[in-house]
């Protein structure tokens, strides 16, 4: 389980003071790139090194409670599974003081050959690296 920060601007709400629910995708955005970093890699260097890109394939997203300006966050991130092409992210969005769940979703990463952007397994070696033996 990977948890990251995030506070919310004004940039990130709705006339009304709420998060718009498409900044909820933002937040949890970045915290799969955190994820990521947080285990040593770097998405331009997975590019550069290894011709490897991830892009989102399908998600599904549920809204239980608002979250407003100047709110502090967690991202709650988890792979839920690991396939050969793909990771599939459980996560969460919550208030920092709290367990509630403000947002969730499931989340399915393809990994994409950065020359012709088609789907490819993950390489092997990747895989142990970013989340051990499948």
Known sequence: MF???????YEDTD???????????KFMERARTEWLRARGFEQDALLR??????????LSVDYHRPARFNDLLEVVSRIAEAGGASLTFAQSIR?????????????????????NFRARRLPRQLMREIVGDP
Do not use: H
Not at 15 to 25: E, F, H
């Open 95 to 115: 208030r920092a003081d709290s367990t509630e769940v403000l947002c969730g979703a499931r989340v399915k990463v393809a990994c994409i050959d950065a020359e």
């Open 15 to 25: 006339s009304g003071g709420v998060v718009y629910y498409a900044n909820y995708l």
């Open 3 to 9: 948890v990251w920060p995030v506070r919310v601007y």
């Open 49 to 58: 090194d290894r011709q490897v890109l991830f892009a989102v394939r399908t």
